[in-house]
């Protein structure tokens, strides 16, 4: 109601509300106060391209003084964390670590205490934070297989001819019992577990009762998963507690070299008068919150005057808070004014260290109906998002698979995704939810009549079949001008490209899997497959041009730029340059030759035409910036004008003028130089990273778009395909030489 005199009020007081993100509230409560920290007025925020180099050249320094030093410390984390030559795993692993603390309000305290937990002794190890989490796996594992084996008895009990059989498994079902009721005494149930035997199976021929030979498969099923136990519990108590103060030696050291790092860093940072994002929460907090005599959190004079500012204070995404955050925002209120909407479903960035748990602990506690001054809790159960059939498949799917051990939450009728929203019905169109199976062994249908030209082809990957299914059923809603309703538009109307997305839980190596598929049928397909930028056709021959002319003597670099329309020479040009010096490097061999080539020759005039440009660029390079040097090679080797014309055109003139931004950020950033540029994309490559590539679509383009779950979240498309559902589930931070948990 425009007339409403309280909604005009708001709308003109809204402009003092402080609306932003955590970081810019951070950023105001520094600026604010800078005189309080070590840091400056005109402190900037650091470009993420600034910040990577500085923790690579921070790492650099230690790791060189160390060697010089022979630090023996140093030296037992080399021994233990990396292998012959390659000491890049202990840098990336400090890396991980000093990423990880962060998120914690005392970075540094939590560390600290975190290694002290190692530095224990005891008599019985099922009393440690470890015993516990294994004790409570074997407890699993033998849980299940009791219940599988009592779910057996059951059945055998049905015949009676089977009583003997039966008490084998009964005999089974109390040594299991057992070792659960002793995992609280770690040397007891490790002597349980070692001395397992079991009975041998009753051999009796009369009895033909089909079940007996059923269960005995079903008992050696359930023996075989409880041999797991024995790796699980291998060493006493004494030999774990031994084990543990071995790790807090190698740990101690560990932490030593992170808190290092952590300095350095930070005062390089300081140098430069730059600060990250993390630095941002951390002084903002350090402003906010001091530890008193006792070790207790207080507030800060300055928090006090953000409580009196703030009358409430509203949080969205409360899920995805950290615990940096929620000390942040604890300390601006007043305990009684903060609004908090979260979904812990939808939690996607645990592995930014988001806590979960935050959301939960409320949600857990906080009241539908208060008394006395508790605190309230509101259901918010309606999607305003999908149709009932979408929700109804969810709802299904997730009942069965979501609970507080996978997903924080039972997933039961309490939390179902109930419709909101209202969507007109479209007469004939069935907006049913499909589950499309691929049998592998029958392919026929996905090769739509293909015939292999020989009977032993090796078979396609199954990405590329999965891929080719998801084309030809694009493909088909399309010819059949399958209906859709325009929410815009307010009707139906035949589907359009853009109404398809097609979502996967990881784009790289698959995206363009897809985008191939896809764009052979004639249907114009956009993947946002930024994990490719470096490795793109363009980015990589631009990226040789500038190493060769920096250091010509490198050989992939140079038959890279010499295969490419910059250069233009074919294999048998490249072969015969070769021959005229078959051991030194290539380019010693190309000098060579347009020493020995007649000048009449048109293989010795590419080659002085291309050592020209070579020499030339490197002229241009000594007074040029590095963006208007780079964009002159673009002019003078007019490469952008041949990319234009290649595939996806638009989108490699687009990543080439990303490169040229790219590099004047880097000039920016108090670093200079071609060289230092070229390494420090070659410092991205190493460590397994990079840049993200152009966006050079708009929402209204009509393509069918390939994007990540997690960049899905807030979308909404008529038709949605889900593809590569199945891949295990991601198990590599079990893998890691060390775990970290909050």
Not at 138 to 155: A, H
Not at 267 to 279: A, E, G, W
Not at 371 to 393: A, T
Not at 458 to 487: C, Q
């Amino acid at each position: 109601n425009p007339d409403d005199a309280n909604l005009q009020k708001q709308v003109i007081l809204l402009n003092k509300a402080s609306i932003c993100t955590i970081d810019s509230f951070c950023l105001d409560v520094i600026k604010n106060n800078f005189y309080e920290l070590d840091v400056s007025a005109n402190t900037r925020i650091a470009d993420s391209t600034e910040i990577l180099i500085l923790k690579q050249e921070t790492l650099d320094d230690i790791f060189e003084e160390k060697y010089i030093e022979n630090d023996s410390d140093f030296i037992t984390l080399i021994d233990t964390y990396t292998s012959y030559n390659r000491d890049e795993d202990l840098k990336d692993l400090i890396l991980r670590i000093y990423s990880y603390i962060q998120s914690a309000p005392f970075p540094e305290e939590w560390l600290e205490d975190s290694v002290e937990m190692l530095n224990m002794n005891g008599d019985n190890f099922s009393n440690t934070p470890w015993g516990k989490i294994i004790a409570k796996r074997v407890w699993q594992i033998l849980d299940d297989g009791i219940n599988i084996l009592n779910n057996t008895v059951r059945k055998m009990s049905m015949f009676p001819e089977l009583e003997k059989f039966s008490g084998v498994i009964k005999d089974d079902i109390f040594k299991y019992s057992e070792i659960q009721s002793n995992l609280n005494e770690w040397n007891k149930a490790q002597e349980l577990v070692f001395n397992l035997s079991y009975k041998g199976w009753p051999i009796d021929k009369k009895i033909t009762n089909d079940y007996k030979d059923e269960a005995k498969q079903i008992r050696d099923e359930v023996k075989e998963s409880v041999k797991n136990i024995k790796e699980l519990i291998e060493c006493s108590s004494e030999e774990a507690f031994e084990d543990l103060r071995f790790m807090h030696d190698v740990i101690n050291k560990l932490k030593n070299l992170v808190l290092e790092f952590s300095r350095r860093f930070y005062q390089k940072k300081r140098d430069r008068n730059i600060m990250d994002f993390n630095d941002m929460e951390h002084l903002a907090l350090n402003l906010l919150v001091r530890k008193d005599e006792s070790g207790k959190t207080v507030k800060t004079e300055i928090a006090k005057k953000y409580t009196e500012k703030f009358e409430e204070i509203a949080i969205d995404e409360y899920q995805d808070s950290n615990l940096a955050q929620e000390y942040i925002l604890t300390s601006v209120s007043n305990g009684k004014n903060v609004f908090m909407v979260g979904d812990v479903k939808q939690s996607i960035y645990k592995f930014r260290q988001a806590r979960p748990q935050l959301f939960l602990e409320k949600y857990n506690t906080y009241k539908l109906d208060p008394q006395n001054g508790e605190d309230r809790k509101i259901q918010l159960f309606k999607n305003f998002r999908s149709r009932q059939n979408i929700l109804d498949f969810t709802n299904l799917v997730f009942e069965n698979i979501m609970s507080k051990d996978l997903g924080d939450i039972d997933y039961n009728q309490e939390e179902y995704l109930n419709l909101g929203a209202s969507y007109e019905e479209v007469d004939e169109q069935n907006f049913k939810t499909e589950i499309n199976i691929i049998d592998l062994a029958d392919e026929k249908d996905i090769w739509q009549g293909e015939e292999p030209e020989e009977t032993n082809t090796e078979r396609v990957e199954n990405v590329v079949v999965e891929a080719r299914f998801v084309a030809s059923k694009i493909k088909e809603l399309i010819d059949s001008k399958y209906k859709v309703f325009d929410k815009k538009q307010k009707c139906e109307r035949p589907i359009k490209y853009r109404d398809i997305a097609i979502l996967l839980r990881s784009v790289s190596g698959v995206a363009g899997v897809y985008e191939k598929e896809i764009s052979e049928l004639g249907i114009p397909v956009y993947s946002d497959s930024s994990g490719e930028y470096l490795q793109s056709v363009e980015i990589d021959t631009i990226m040789s041009l500038l190493k060769i002319i920096n250091n010509p003597m490198q050989d992939i670099p140079l038959v890279t730029v010499m295969r490419s329309p910059i250069g233009n020479f074919t294999d048998n040009e490249l072969v015969r340059i070769r021959m005229y010096d078959r051991n030194s490097d290539f380019y010693m061999a190309l000098t060579k030759a347009n020493e020995e080539l007649d000048s009449d020759d048109l293989l010795g005039l590419k080659i002085e035409k291309f050592l020209g440009l070579l020499s030339q660029l490197r002229d241009d390079e000594q007074y040029m910036a590095l963006d208007e040097w780079i964009w002159n090679i673009y002019t003078k080797t007019g490469y952008m004008d041949y990319v234009r014309l290649m595939p996806n055109g638009n989108l490699r003139i687009s990543n080439l003028k990303m490169l040229f931004e790219r590099a004047k950020q880097y000039e920016t950033a108090s670093f200079k130089g071609l060289f230092n540029f070229i390494n420090f994309i070659d410092k991205i490559n190493f460590n397994k990273e990079d840049l993200k590539s152009a966006k050079i679509i708009g929402e209204n383009e009509d393509v069918v778009r390939i994007m990540t779950i997690h960049k899905s979240k807030g979308l909404e498309f008529p038709v949605v395909i889900l593809a590569e559902t199945g891949k295990q589930f991601n198990f590599r931070d079990f893998n890691e030489k060390i775990l970290l948990d909050q």
